[in-house]
Structures are given as C-alpha cells and as structure tokens.
C-alpha cells in the first residue's frame, strides 16, 4: 500500500497539526487480565507505571474522560469484565484525549447491544455538538448511518455516491447494488 494522507480545512489549507482520535472495532486483550479501566485509561496519561498506583491529578483526568462518555460507575471494573458497549465508551474516553480534531470510529457498536449503541451513539453526538470535531463513521448498519450521519459516502474500490443518507439511499447506484435493502429504506 501506499499514498499519502492530507489534512486540509474547508478551503483546502493544509493542517499542520490534525489529532485524530480512533475507536476500533474490536480490542483483543487477555480479559483475565488484572486491570481496571482506570488503570488502562491512566497508562495513557502518565509516564509512571499504573501497578505504582493513580495519582490524584490523574484519577481526576480519569474521572473526566469516563464522565464525558457516561462511564464514571466503569472506574473501578477490570476491563475484561466490561460488556461491549461499556468497553466502546471506555476507548471512546481513551480517543478524547487529547481532544482530537477528527474522531474515527471504525464499527464501533458492531456486536453492542440496543441499549449501548444508543448510550454510544447518542454520547457521541453530544460530544460532536459541544466538542465541534469533525466524525468519521465507518458503519454497514444504515439504520444507523440515516439515524446518526449528516453526510454519506457510499464506498466499493472509489466513491460511488456521496451527500445527505437520503441522497445516498435515493441514488440509483445505491439501488442497484442493495436492491433489497433499497426497496426497505424508500
């Protein structure tokens, strides 16, 4: 693979200093592992090791990160006894710091109960009207994507389609690739 990858602003300046902020799909970790989800958020924000102890200043960062996402009761779960969507709100926390300028969440509710990924989405909502960062939502769940996006882009190999979730789902490309999904969204 190769290319290169340009940040630019609503006129085309190129952006020095972009933050990114990303939420993976999955996380793959030992979930017999003896660590809370303060001990893994603090990892982040600290240079001494967490089995020293949390300090003060960075519990309270802690506390912070956990509260802009709901996830203050989490503190003092171990991370492999979180369920998919407390563990998704526990990465989100870990993405916002420092607050990025482009938040990626690549499937983040994939597997997340209907509860969660309303807790989730809405969270990040919220988080995109107060924090004005820019959301990139890699997700095949529609329901979701007319629910959630401002704008769509309809993807295989190059861009097939692009603008508002009606525009896309009302474009004939988006029809004749998913005609059964199509016909359900008209």
Not at 78 to 94: D, F, N, W
Request: glycine residues 8%; aromatic residues 6%; proline residues 5%.
């Amino acid at each position: 693979h190769g290319g290169t990858i340009r940040h630019v602003d609503g006129e085309g300046r190129d952006v020095a200093h972009m933050r990114t902020g990303y939420v993976p799909q999955h996380l793959e970790f030992d979930k017999e592992m003896p660590v809370t989800v303060e001990d893994f958020l603090a990892a982040s924000l600290t240079r001494r090791p967490v089995w020293t102890g949390v300090g003060k200043k960075t519990r309270a960062q802690v506390m912070e990160a956990l509260k802009m996402v709901e996830g203050e009761k989490l503190l003092h779960r171990p991370l492999g006894r979180c369920s998919g969507g407390e563990l998704q709100r526990v990465l989100l926390a870990l993405a916002l710091h420092p607050a990025p300028d482009l938040l990626v969440l690549d499937e983040p509710v994939s597997g997340v109960d209907q509860n969660g990924l309303c807790l989730f989405l809405d969270t990040v909502s919220a988080l995109k009207k107060s924090r004005h960062m820019a959301i990139l939502l890699i997700s095949h769940d529609w329901s979701l994507v007319r629910r959630y996006a401002d704008t769509m882009v309809l993807l295989n190999k190059t861009v097939l389609c692009e603008g508002t979730p009606d525009t896309v789902f009302g474009c004939e490309t988006f029809r004749e690739a998913f005609p059964a999904a199509a016909g359900k969204e008209a």
